[in-house]
């Protein structure tokens, strides 16, 4: 027997998830498809932002920071930790436990806005008058009806050619989560969000870490001086990094891998670690969604082609997340899921994508949003800038973490923020003050002149705020 809805989402990661919630919220009859399952088997709700991507990595990061405070950093506050041992088996037990928790808040926040929670795999069947028939694969075999179909299916992790992932010696980004015991050496090709994180992880914990990127700097997508300056600080901790590498050959052996490539000058080299965590990208996950028997359209990329609005090209589907366009964010994906949920109900959901923000969740940590100095130089546009050192900042210092500043980009005739740069402590939570602050198209003299919390590192926001002028006020 059919089940009829009002709205499907097929996928229950972030942008599903939230995207189901708003429509039901909205008084729509939804339902979500999802196939993820725990070690019982059970659902898993969440997708890889929830089981293997974002929530886990950062009970990792966690963890392992303050195990590298305890080593190397408690005694600088008069804490003198003696014997210091890691339980790897516990601190992977909490992360799951941290998993574990937001796969049920998922559950209970479907119950609570009366989503009907499909566990399987969905997938197209037809096309139905009014609407689409989609089928659900799971413990038991299920077909739902629907006017309005939300395709959230994600993305999953791109391999190097020739070489497919085991997660034992040739790791995505879960293999990376799970390693058993902490490897001597470790690999990473790939110094994008996932490699730095995961290699910060690993190096903390013990492993030496080498990163092989193809590009010939690091951090390419965020602005130069953040770039150098974690270029600087991630070196003098210990990772080493090598850029231009052209990977010529990957060979697994029982307890190793070999790394054959040739480096930034052409010379051949080889690297040989006990682990290789390979974060070279992400591709579109629609294999088993059946676009075909809909006449779904896919581009080059696997990618499901979609307009401003996140509409396909089939009336009533929509497709958000990683599985379509732009940057492959949890939180852009939830904010397509809202404003999707909001149109199909005759609202005017809305996403600026201008304004969403990049971090990543290192120490220190980075975040942007805006444009670069680079970008605004090759579109021609005048602006200012101003930045301000976390050494000047006494929360800072209390803190014990003075590495890195906060820097503005402001338009030159209109002072209107055009981008601001973190590199520093709690990067991640200091950049929605400037995503607020470009929203509402303020000014760096917004900022400058607004009061802000003493001593916080927010302050330093303001102080570089004020440096657009030249007038900083602790520096």
């Known amino acids: 027997m059919t089940q009829a809805f009002d709205v499907v989402v097929v996928g229950g990661g972030p942008g599903g998830y939230i995207a189901a919630i708003r429509a039901a919220q909205l008084g729509l009859k939804t339902a979500c498809i999802d196939d993820w399952k725990n070690e019982k088997g059970g659902p898993a709700p969440g997708g890889t932002c929830t089981n293997i991507g974002c929530i886990p990595s950062k009970a990792l990061l966690q963890s392992s920071e303050h195990f590298e405070h305890a080593g190397h950093h408690f005694a600088d506050h008069g804490i003198h930790v003696g014997d210091l041992k890691l339980d790897l088996k516990k601190l992977l037990a909490r992360k799951d436990t941290v998993v574990k928790q937001n796969n049920d808040g998922i559950v209970y926040l479907f119950k609570k806005n009366k989503v009907a929670f499909f566990h399987g795999k969905g997938s197209f069947l037809k096309a139905a008058d009014g609407g689409y028939e989609i089928a659900v694969a799971g413990a038991t075999s299920e077909t739902l009806s629907a006017r309005q179909v939300i395709v959230a299916t994600g993305s999953s992790p791109r391999q190097l050619p020739g070489v497919a992932f085991d997660e034992d010696r040739i790791l995505s980004n879960d293999g990376a989560l799970r390693i058993a015991q902490v490897p001597k050496t470790l690999g990473v090709v790939g110094s994008g969000v996932i490699g730095l994180e995961m290699g910060s992880v690993w190096r903390r914990l013990g492993a030496e870490v080498t990163v092989l990127e193809a590009l010939p700097g690091l951090l390419g997508m965020a602005d130069e001086s953040v770039a150098k300056e974690a270029l600087k600080v991630f070196t003098k901790q210990g990772l080493k990094l090598q850029f231009g590498v052209k990977i010529t050959d990957v060979k697994v052996a029982k307890k190793s891998v070999t790394v054959t490539y040739n480096d930034a000058k052409g010379a051949a080299a080889t690297l040989e670690v006990e682990r290789l965590i390979v974060s070279i990208g992400r591709v579109p996950h629609t294999a088993g969604l059946n676009p075909e028997s809909v006449g779904l359209k896919l581009d080059e990329r696997g990618a499901i082609v979609v307009d401003d609005e996140c509409r396909t090209n089939l009336p009533g589907v929509w497709a958000i997340g990683d599985v379509v366009r732009g940057p492959m964010l949890a939180h852009k994906a939830e904010e397509e899921g809202v404003a999707v949920a909001e149109r199909i109900a005759g609202q005017h959901g809305h996403v600026d994508f201008n304004t969403i923000p990049w971090v990543i969740y290192t120490s220190p940590e980075i975040a942007w949003v805006g444009q670069t100095e680079a970008q605004l130089k090759a ?41 601001v740069h973190i590199i520093g402590p709690f990067a991640s939570e200091l950049i929605s003050e400037a995503v607020v602050a470009m929203s509402f198209k303020a000014s760096s003299e917004d900022i400058a002149r607004i009061c802000h919390a003493h001593p916080s590192l927010s302050e330093a926001t303001k102080e570089a705020a004020l440096a657009v002028d030249k007038r900083t006020l602790n520096l």
Do not use: W
């Open 379 to 419: 579109a021609g546009r005048a602006y200012r800038t101003g930045q301000f050192p976390f050494m000047a900042n006494g929360r800072a210092r209390a803190l014990g973490d003075t590495t890195g500043f906060v820097k503005f980009i402001a338009d030159a005739k209109t002072d209107e923020i055009l981008g």
